[in-house]
């Protein structure tokens, strides 16, 4: 389970450096991102809580992406109708 977790903690932070410069997310929501996965990386067999960092952070990101989408299609229904 730990090596599960352990490897898409690793994913996750190699794909949130491009996001930096897309600004698919806020900019402080990818610098938050990058610091925890930076701070996780290497602590990752000692914390016991990592796990619980790692899905509020997945949970963040998650809440995000479907505020915005909710936000983008309301303003569409606006401007359409």
Known sequence: MRQKVRYTVDQYALKLTP?????????????????????????????????????????LLSVHFLLVNRIRHANHQTAAG
Do not use: D, K, T
């Open 19 to 59: 996001s930096l410069r897309s600004r698919i997310i806020p900019r402080w929501m990818a610098f938050l991102s990058l610091v925890l996965a930076l701070f996780l990386l290497p602590r990752f067999e000692y914390i016991g809580y990592a796990s619980y960092v790692f899905l509020m952070w997945v949970l």
